[in-house]
Every structure is written in structure tokens, then in C-alpha cells.
């Protein structure tokens, strides 16, 4: 408990002197705010380059439309920030040797590895809390018509905390197998993107994570018994992969 508290407090004092929190709210909330803004501003654009006779060949936009084109735009643009910005958790202090100091003063793995995980899991899902509430408040202003309430997009919001902290898992285990972030936030974001092409496969998308987003983008049946697999298996693997970075933490040799 001592090396977690310590550990914990460590983790929020670098997330502000590496600038991490700055980073992760551009790739969330700032994201948040420009989609509906561009989403309002492109048809006007398009109107006055396109012939009259093919402006009504546009589509219509309201509430819906908007809120689930940020919902899919910040899975593709928020992974990005996800992966480039967390990638070196344990990597860099593996490289650079920062483990030795603290484990003669005895911190436990178990401790550092869950620190890092509830710390950044806590940032993240603020985050993407604010987020959607920011869209959702600035959506309504912007566009009329559609189904939307708060209430949807607070069940949006769970969904998509689920399934990054599900990413976080596995990116941890991933910092810890190289000693170069790089690689581990490469292979996160191109797991995370591969994953989401099983979407189309009925049979089996409710079994995988993704599935989490395609129902957080279904906002008027994102709630539903096809996602009570989902979240079990969401659990399984966070505590799997925790479990794994923790062994594999133990076999390293630090000095």
C-alpha cells in the first residue's frame, strides 16, 4: 500500500512535468469541441463549391449525426494521443534505470504497476467524461433535430472508459516487454485499430472489446444484454494483463 500511495503521487507529479495531462486533453476534450464545429462548417463549404443542382444531394445533419461522427473520430484521433503519450510507463523507467532506487527502499512491483494503471486509468476516464459532456453541450447549440439526451451520452462515456481502460492493460504488459515505448505504443494503436474490423462480424463482435465502442455509437440501443459478455471479458483481460505486467516486471533484471 505504501509503494502504490507513493508510487500514485510520483505518477501525477511526471504526468504535469512531462506535459502528459496537456497532451491527453488535446486528444480528448480540444477534440471535442472542433468536431461539431467542423461537422457544421463542411456543408456550408461544400455548398459553395458545388453546382446548385447538387447541393440538395447533401446529407442532413442533426444531434445523432453529429454525436456519432465525434464518437468514431475520437476512437481514430484519441488512440493516436493514447499510444504516443502513455507508450513509455514502464519502458523508460526500465531503460533508464529508475527502478533500482526504489526497489532498495523495497517497492513492490504489484504497488508500481497498480499505481500507474489506476492513476492513468482515473486521468482517462475524466477525461473522456469531459469530453463527451463538452461535445454534447456544444452539439445541441450547433445542430437541432435527432433523439440525443444527456443521459446517452453519459452511457456513451462509460463505454468508451471501459474500453480504454481495457487499452491501458495491455499497453502496460507492452512497456514492459521493450525497453523502447515506441514500439509499445505503435503496437497498441495498430492491436487497437486491427481489433475494430471484427466489428463487422456479427457472431463475434459482442466477445471483443471494440464492441464496446460500436454500442457507445448506438445511442438509442447502447445498453443492452449483448454487452454483458463484452464487459465480462473486458474485466478478465484488464486483470489478466495487469497480472502478466506484474510477473513480467519480477523476471527483469533492473540493475
Not at 504516443?84 to 508500481?112: D, H, Q, S, W, Y
Not at 461535445?135 to 443521459?151: K, P
Amino acid at each position: 500500500m505504501q509503494t502504490f500511495r507513493h508510487y500514485f503521487k510520483k505518477e501525477a507529479l511526471e504526468a504535469l512535468r512531462t506535459n502528459k495531462y496537456i497532451i491527453l486533453f488535446v486528444g480528448t476534450i480540444f477534440w471535442a469541441l472542433m468536431d461539431p464545429l467542423l461537422l457544421k462548417l463542411l456543408p456550408i463549404l461544400l455548398r459553395s463549391s458545388l453546382p446548385i443542382d447538387m447541393t440538395s444531394l447533401l446529407p442532413g445533419l442533426n444531434r445523432d449525426t453529429a454525436f456519432a461522427n465525434f464518437a468514431g473520430d475520437l476512437f481514430e484521433i484519441g488512440t493516436l494521443f493514447f499510444g504516443f503519450t502513455l507508450m513509455g510507463l514502464l519502458a523508460n523507467e526500465i531503460r533508464f534505470k529508475k527502478l533500482i532506487f526504489p526497489r532498495v527502499r523495497g517497492a513492490r512491483f504489484g504497488g508500481i504497476v497498480l499505481a500507474k494503471y489506476i492513476h492513468y486509468s482515473l486521468v482517462l476516464i475524466i477525461f473522456i467524461f469531459i469530453a463527451f459532456l463538452t461535445n454534447y453541450f456544444y452539439t445541441v447549440q450547433l445542430f437541432e433535430g435527432g433523439m440525443l439526451s444527456i443521459n446517452m451520452v453519459l452511457r456513451a462515456a462509460v463505454l468508451y472508459s471501459v474500453y480504454y481502460c481495457v487499452l491501458l492493460a495491455i499497453l502496460l504488459f507492452l512497456s514492459s516487454l521493450f525497453k523502447r515505448g515506441l514500439f509499445a505504443g505503435i503496437t497498441i494503436i495498430v492491436f487497437a485499430y486491427t481489433m475494430s474490423i471484427f466489428n463487422q462480424f456479427q457472431g463475434i463482435r459482442q466477445y471483443l472489446p471494440n464492441y464496446l465502442l460500436l454500442k457507445a455509437q448506438d445511442i438509442l440501443g447502447g445498453f443492452d444484454a449483448t454487452l454483458i459478455p463484452t464487459i465480462l471479458i473486458s474485466a478478465v483481460i484488464i486483470v489478466i494483463f495487469i497480472a502478466l505486467t506484474i510477473s513480467r516486471m519480477r523476471m527483469i533484471d533492473i540493475a
